[in-house]
């Protein structure tokens, strides 16, 4: 009996400590991911606060609750051309970078001779660092005497940083496709093109538009590229550098609300169509 007593009292004491050190390690984790948000929200936290401080000056002291830093970004001239040069730029290469990713994507499910190697070319561009990158567009624009332009020089710039990621996000639609469904059409005499419009398209619709919104947001974001490679004609980024080493404006917090505004929204309306059931 008193063995038998002894025994129950060590695996009670053995219990109360896994309880215990249970707990510690849950608490453990649970400060490890608070901080881990903190410093990762933390900052745009901070940025979306001070885009309403009323100050001259940016950062602290918060001098008063004001949006007139928001009226000074959408009243200006400059801003507002290069925020519109952005979104142009941004929907052309989405469309032009989803339209090859598509085509390389159909091509991708058939085999041929150098299909690693063309894989390799596609990825390229976010293997190499962007300032590499950068360089390399800067050289070769150079030697084909292609003068910086926003729909030239830019656009190629942001058309061959985005093409991988469309490439990447819309190769799995197609290749988890069923393709028995094309066998069946084939079959039954319907041409390749109608195939495509009406049976392959409307199941790769949602992918194709989630994919185009992210390289719109890619595209919209992109800096380091675009600065070696830019004219007079300024996208918002570029606009946004300038603003900071001529001046440090105070209306640069409002400024990068509304870049991180457009970015998050488009995100997630193409993270909603990825999402997205076909019936």
Request: glycine residues 6%.
């Amino acid at each position: 009996m008193y063995s038998r007593g002894v025994r129950k009292l060590n695996v009670m004491a053995n219990n109360f400590k896994t309880i215990k050190y249970g707990r510690q390690y849950n608490l453990a984790l649970w400060v490890y991911a608070a901080m881990f948000y903190f410093f990762l929200y933390g900052p745009l936290l901070m940025l979306v606060f001070l885009s309403f401080n009323k100050s001259e000056i940016v950062g602290f002291p918060f001098e008063g609750f004001s949006i007139k830093w928001y009226h000074v970004v959408f009243e200006s001239p400059e801003l507002i051309r290069a925020l519109a040069n952005s979104i142009g730029v941004g929907v052309l290469s989405a469309v032009i970078a989803t339209t090859l990713a598509l085509s390389l994507s159909m091509a991708f499910r058939h085999d041929f001779w150098g299909k690693s190697l063309v894989l390799y070319l596609i990825l390229v561009p976010i293997i190499i660092p962007g300032i590499i990158g950068g360089i390399v567009l800067l050289i070769f624009f150079g030697f084909s005497e292609i003068r910086p332009s926003l729909w030239t020089t830019v656009l190629v710039a942001h058309v061959n940083w985005v093409l991988p990621f469309a490439f990447l996000t819309l190769y799995p639609r197609l290749h988890g496709f069923d393709r028995a469904l094309e066998e069946a059409a084939m079959d039954l005499g319907a041409k390749p093109w109608v195939i495509f419009s009406r049976i392959v398209f409307p199941l790769i619709r949602p992918g194709i538009i989630a994919t185009a919104l992210f390289s719109f947001s890619l595209s919209f974001d992109e800096f380091v590229r675009t600065i070696f490679v830019t004219g007079f004609q300024r996208t918002i980024p570029v606009q946004f550098w300038g603003l900071i080493v001529d001046e440090l404006a105070p209306q640069l917090p409002a400024m990068a609300v509304i870049i991180i505004l457009i970015s998050i929204l488009t995100s997630l309306i193409g993270f909603i169509y990825m999402r997205r059931k076909v019936n």
